[in-house]
């Protein structure tokens, strides 16, 4: 990735739609500052802001990330060794691919904190749930919670069954109080699948102390 084409891109677009940068730092809640860093070449936009970027220059982040070229062509090789910002450089590219998800368990094991939630984000941003089965080892418990909440947000119980075994406690407390202030008929036909993941005290709650059969 050429970081002086992607700023010179950001700002020709920027100046093509007679945008500010003090609007565009306004809108992604960003200094003016460091929107000047990005079209100087100096360093990238944050994973998370190039998305929203993207739409206000009216462009992709395909775009973006190479600086008009036609084709963002990630290179994995060596991802380890890579610094913090040229993993994010890196992830960025990735993420913005069709396939990214076969890309994450090379990826998520080197990946920090900060990555680990772009790509986290990303994934429920889409909606592409079904990949969270391959890569909740790779997550911290806070990350898990998060993962759990847009689950149940969504009523994607069939998710949640998948990756149960890899809650603790806290998370499946979590699970039983989204199931007795949902009681709906859509979980109470899976809640069968939870109970073996539930202790003594969760299943009580559940049934008001009646034992489950």
Excluded: C
Aim: aromatic residues 6%; without cysteine; charged residues 25%.
């Amino acid at each position: 990735m050429d970081v002086q084409k992607t700023g010179d891109f950001i700002k020709a677009r920027r100046k093509e739609l007679k945008l500010t940068q003090t609007h565009i730092a306004d809108e992604l809640g960003v200094s003016a500052q460091a929107v000047s860093k990005w079209e100087r070449g100096e360093n990238l936009p944050d994973v998370g802001f190039i998305p929203d970027l993207a739409k206000m220059l009216h462009t992709t982040i395909e775009e973006i990330l190479s600086g008009g070229a036609d084709e963002v062509q990630p290179d994995l090789n060596s991802f380890a060794s890579l610094n913090p910002s040229q993993k994010t450089e890196l992830i960025a590219k990735i993420l913005v691919l069709e396939d990214y998800a076969i890309t994450l368990d090379e990826i998520l094991p080197y990946s920090g904190i900060p990555h680990k939630n772009a790509i986290l984000g990303h994934i429920i941003n889409r909606r592409d749930f079904e990949v969270l089965e391959q890569i909740t080892t790779y997550l911290d418990n806070n990350m898990k919670l998060t993962i759990l909440h847009a689950l149940l947000n969504d009523t994607r119980y069939d998710i949640i069954e998948d990756i149960m075994p890899t809650f603790n406690r806290k998370h499946r407390d979590a699970i039983v109080d989204h199931i007795a202030a949902n009681p709906t008929q859509e979980i109470l036909d899976t809640l069968e699948n939870f109970m073996p993941f539930f202790d003594k005290n969760q299943i009580e709650r559940l049934l008001g102390g009646k034992n489950y059969e």
